[in-house]
């Protein structure tokens, strides 16, 4: 599959590049970021998977997040796809900020108009691993992933449901039980249609209470004052009951004054940097 590069700027010591190519899952040209460490030119690297929220493209967490130190430090690869499709032509894609055109919630649509282009769960967990694994150091054995708000269901659900896939998992403010919220609703009945039992394949807090897999360790930080906390489209305290029956272990850091912005996610985004490299590199 070939690569066009979009950009490139040095940075950390390393690379922070954009690239673009035609997604077979996803029938549209895509960008994708990647951060390559400098030891990415002498050694294969783990890469951690970096899933945004909605509205974003790839610019956001490369511009806003401040993880490229970090990942140089720690000798890892950062990937930070796009979050939807974009440009396919389809009736309504643009009407709403999220539905549609950014935001692809992360899962494989089973209703027209959306099926062909919008399957970001596929793009996420098959071809851009593979793409990343053909075409730069990357370890195939070794990733992680994470992601904020949309993007952290994104994570978790990804890690759910692909048991020993992922070295580990963590998540700024996500979205945690999307069947129980307005997002989650709107979103889920347009990709997946009216019959909720479909639903549960995409909900983390789902997921986890039939979980059966490699011990996880779950990092989750969620600002004290997030508004989207307050109107209950995040609902982080169904995740955790979910995981306490089950006995999966989560770090649940409930950070006070932070709000649900970037300045949030780079307040903290060296911690979740070190969760990650302390299974990458183990």
Same mark, same amino acid.
């Given at each position: ?62 511009? +806003? %997040?401040? *993880?490229?130190?970090?990942? !140089? $430090? ?8 796009? /979050? ?101 609703? +709107? %979103?889920? *009945?347009?990709?997946?249609? !009216? $019959? ?8 983390? /807090? ?77």
């Amino acid at each position: 599959m070939a690569l066009t590069q979009v950009s490139s700027n040095k940075c950390a010591g390393g690379y922070q590049k954009v690239f673009e190519h035609d997604s077979l899952e996803l029938q549209c040209k895509m960008k994708f970021a990647v951060y390559l460490p400098p030891k990415a030119e002498s050694d294969k690297c783990p890469v951690f998977y970096w899933l945004s929220g909605l509205t974003c493209t790839e610019q956001n967490f490369i511009t +806003k %997040a401040g *993880a490229q130190q970090a990942a !140089a $430090d720690n000798g890892i690869i950062i990937v930070a796809p796009d /979050t939807s499709p974009r440009g396919c032509g389809i009736e309504g894609e643009d009407e709403s900020w999220d539905f549609g055109t950014g935001a692809g919630f992360y899962v494989d649509a089973t209703q027209e108009p959306w099926t062909t282009n919008y399957r970001m769960y596929s793009y996420i967990t098959d071809e851009l691993p593979k793409l990343i694994n053909n075409n730069f150091a990357a370890d195939p054995d070794r990733m992680s992933i994470s992601g904020h708000s949309m993007g952290g269901h994104g994570a978790l659900v990804c890690t759910l449901r692909n048991p020993g896939k992922y070295k580990a998992v963590s998540a700024f403010a996500p979205i945690c039980n999307p069947i129980q919220c307005p997002w989650g609703q +709107k %979103a889920f *009945a347009g990709y997946l249609g !009216a $019959d909720k039992s479909t639903w549960e394949a995409y909900d983390a /807090t789902a997921l986890a209470a039939s979980y059966e897999g490699p011990k996880l360790d779950i990092l989750i930080d969620q600002g004290g004052d997030d508004q989207f906390l307050s109107s209950s489209q995040l609902l982080p305290d169904h995740l955790i009951a979910a995981c306490s029956a089950k006995k999966i272990p989560v770090v649940f850091r409930r950070q006070p004054g932070y709000d649900h912005s970037y300045f949030f996610i780079y307040s903290f985004m060296s911690d979740h940097i070190k969760h990650h490299a302390k299974y990458l590199n183990a």
